[in-house]
């Protein structure tokens, strides 16, 4: 079997060729791939600051300058995993719960293969349709959360569909598996001494930005590993053998 390669910075000038997550092969649909790359580029979600829906197309454009092997770590996923490309959720730019809708649909036809979709985003509310669509195939899943923020507001401006809100519409869905849910690097000011204690109340664990400060990671992945580590490798037998 031939599996699609990156295109290389010797064959094509790296500011050419296609505009694909590492210049990748595009696809149409997930049809026989292992992985996709796939972009959400929704950002109708934010309170502040807007622009996360050009993410995918510049970490696109900034990943041309990837190679395929880690010489650190020695993965080479192209040897051995078929990927590609398979483009953009058309979302609605004026409406987040058809956006919301959309992006869950398109998660559900990828899903319908054999494939593990990584999606580049996007705004923190890309998450909920999307463990939407993955709990629906594999029921309620382990989750690590990585962010600043715990994202579970119950309302933001007195919308339920927010960017900082889907980790709490995730758990009220039964979505995730509260005891192997992990929210590291949570940190910063807040608007009440217990703002992180929603996420430990529902029996997340919650390892906060201090917590990693001067010192490795390796121990706080290995409890995160101990913790989930069955759950996720059944998940991916599951994705790449339903």
């Known amino acids: 079997m031939s599996f699609n390669q990156p295109l290389g910075g010797n064959e094509m000038p790296r500011f050419g060729g296609p505009a694909t997550m590492m210049r990748l092969p595009s696809a149409a649909d997930a049809a026989g791939l292992d992985a996709c790359f796939v972009g959400v580029p929704l950002d109708t979600a934010t309170s502040n600051r807007a622009g996360a ?19 650190g770590t020695g993965a080479a996923p192209f040897e051995s995993l078929q990927v590609a490309d398979v483009g953009d959720v058309a979302i609605n730019t004026y409406n987040v719960e058809d956006s919301v809708r ?10 319908a293969h054999r494939v593990v979709p990584l999606t580049i985003g996007g705004d923190h509310l890309i998450t909920y349709p999307i463990l939407q669509a993955i709990a629906q195939k594999h029921g309620p899943v382990a989750l690590v959360h990585v ?10 401006f007195g919308e339920k569909l927010a960017h900082g809100t889907p980790m709490r519409r995730a758990f009220e869905d039964g979505l995730l598996l509260p005891k192997k849910t992990f929210q590291i690097g949570l ?13 430990r109340s ?17 121990p706080l992945m290995q409890r995160v590993f101990n913790r989930i580590g069955d759950d996720a490798a059944a998940g991916m037998r599951r994705a790449l053998n339903p």
């Open 53 to 71: 829906r050009f993410g995918p197309r510049e970490v696109r454009a900034q990943s041309s300058l990837l190679r395929p092997f880690n010489l």
């Open 102 to 111: 959309r992006i869950r649909l398109a998660y559900q036809q990828l899903l």
């Open 147 to 156: 962010d600043a923020h715990a994202d579970v507001n119950d309302t933001m």
């Open 187 to 199: 940190r910063g000011s807040g608007y009440s001494p217990d703002d992180f204690n929603w996420s």
């Open 202 to 218: 529902r029996g997340f664990t919650v390892v906060t930005a201090e917590e990693c400060w001067d010192s490795s990671l390796e």
